[in-house]
């Protein structure tokens, strides 16, 4: 008889094991995760909601504010939709001032006109890339019957003012291609590649494109076998000249880095000015900006005609690579322009205050939301769990949420946009288990030590598969 109740209490506890709740599952992995040895001197936070009706499921620490990484973006893509519209485009013109002669000189100059595009240029989109936009201008010109031009290519950043990046992003990060400011005039998403050559000296080979205006000095140190890309580029804005340091592995695969452009507008108006010349359509002056123009105290030019605008693809598509691929600078224009549409100055700082007064206004507590950046790149920027939780779970009920779900990428088998910068790692979205259920998960780690720490979160949240 005994024995026989020894083997139902057996079989009742395993079967009690395999009865628990995804939550008291959840309970357990979050607990024992916080006994790892890489979590002892971590803050570790987390909120998971039930997706269909909001309720919170399971949270800690979930309204300590923690550095975000790029899982601001979630917050920065879903204020640009309520902000700016599911239609919203930028639009990039191009004009002249002066008048065209008979024989079809130009005395005057070429504007390009920014209008905060992040995608003019980028490879991303069909009608976006260099060569499409080069083309349409260069035809555009032709068409106004312009042969010559005495006068100059100007590039106008004048929309968005001189302050490129955020205050708090790092002097590390400013030079490199995940560090590009941004600019009323954005030009190929703002960035360029450095090629590279390991060896017993790191060769910087060329820039691509060519770009006879920088000088790029290297100070590369030879790293060993195994120990991959570590170059950064100290490059700060709107400066000519550049530094590679760090170190470079002898058996490293890649061919290079890419590098933040330290002039957009600059960059855009060179490349104009060297298609023309191509095309047979020489030019008198270099090329220039209204930033240099204004800073020589020289006169502005007036446009007096247009002759041609560039329309950027609609923001489901700018969201879409901005979560997918977590692309920075989209992040960073698109904050610019919630101020620049709210009606005040276009600042990283005045477009953090815009979206933030948006959520206050739908019921967040705003010391919930101590946002200093679009993308998250800024260590400042603290948001909790549970804010974060909240907004992705609002914006399920708007009709461009197809279009902000389609953006997130596949990490674990969920639907999560994720973050990283030094110590810090997160990822938040939502998943469907197989039984139906729902969730929105925020999950995030600050000041935690080694590497792999990914693996371990999702061993954490595969308490709810």
């Not at 519209?85 to 024989?103: L, R």
């Not at 030009?187 to 590279?196: G, H, M, S």
């Not at 960073?332 to 959520?359: C, D, F, M, Q």
């Amino acid at each position: 008889m005994l024995k026989k109740s020894i083997v139902f209490l057996f079989v009742l506890s395993h079967s009690f094991s395999f009865a628990q709740s995804p939550v008291q599952k959840l309970t357990q992995s979050f607990n024992n995760f916080l006994e790892d040895r890489q979590t002892k001197y971590a803050v570790t936070s987390i909120c998971v909601l039930d997706a269909k009706t909001g309720k919170q499921l399971y949270a800690r620490n979930e309204n300590i504010g923690l550095a975000t990484a790029s899982t601001l973006k979630t917050i920065t893509a879903a204020s640009a939709f309520y902000i700016l519209g599911k239609d919203f485009q930028y639009q990039t013109s191009i004009g002249y001032s002066g008048s065209i002669s008979a024989d079809g000189t130009l005395k005057g100059d070429l504007v390009i006109i920014g209008g905060g595009d992040p995608t003019l240029g980028s490879w991303r989109y069909a009608h976006s890339k260099e060569s499409f936009v080069l083309n349409q201008w260069v035809a555009a010109i032709k068409a106004a019957g312009i042969k010559k031009i005495e006068g100059k290519v100007v590039g106008d950043d004048r929309l968005w003012g001189t302050q490129t990046t955020p205050d708090g992003w790092l002097w590390q990060d400013l030079g490199n291609y995940y560090g590009a400011g941004s600019s009323a005039l954005s030009w190929r998403e703002n960035q360029f590649d450095i090629k590279l050559r390991p060896g017993n000296t790191v060769s910087a080979i060329k820039t691509v494109p060519e770009m006879p205006y920088l000088t790029i000095m290297n100070e590369l140190k030879q790293g060993n076998a195994g120990s991959g890309d570590h170059a950064y580029v100290y490059l700060p804005p709107f400066s000519t000249t550049g530094y590679i340091r760090g170190t470079w592995a002898t058996d490293i695969q890649k061919q290079g880095i890419a590098a933040a452009l330290p002039d957009p507008a600059y960059e855009a108006a060179f490349r104009l000015q060297d298609t023309l010349a191509k095309a047979g359509i020489q030019i008198s002056e270099a090329p220039v900006t209204t930033r240099q123009l204004a800073a020589a105290q020289l006169p502005l030019p007036q446009v007096q005609q247009k002759l041609s605008t560039v329309t950027s693809p609609a923001l489901p598509e700018i969201v879409y690579w901005l979560n997918k691929k977590s692309i920075n600078l989209y992040a960073e224009h698109l904050l610019r322009t919630i101020a620049w549409k709210s009606g005040v100055a276009p600042t990283a700082s005045n477009g953090a205050a815009a979206e933030v007064k948006y959520w206050t206004a739908k019921g967040f507590d705003k010391n919930a939301l101590n946002i200093i950046d679009g993308s998250g790149l800024s260590p400042a920027t603290r948001v909790t769990t549970s804010a974060m939780a909240n907004i992705l779970f609002q914006v399920q009920q708007e009709d461009w949420f197809p279009d902000f779900y389609k953006s997130l990428p596949e990490n674990n088998g969920m639907k999560l946009k994720s973050g990283t910068i030094n110590d810090v790692s997160a990822f938040a979205g939502y998943y469907t288990a197989e039984n139906g259920s729902k969730y929105v998960i925020v999950i995030n780690i600050n000041n935690y030590s080694g590497s792999g720490i990914n693996s371990k979160l999702f061993r954490v949240l595969d308490a709810l598969k």
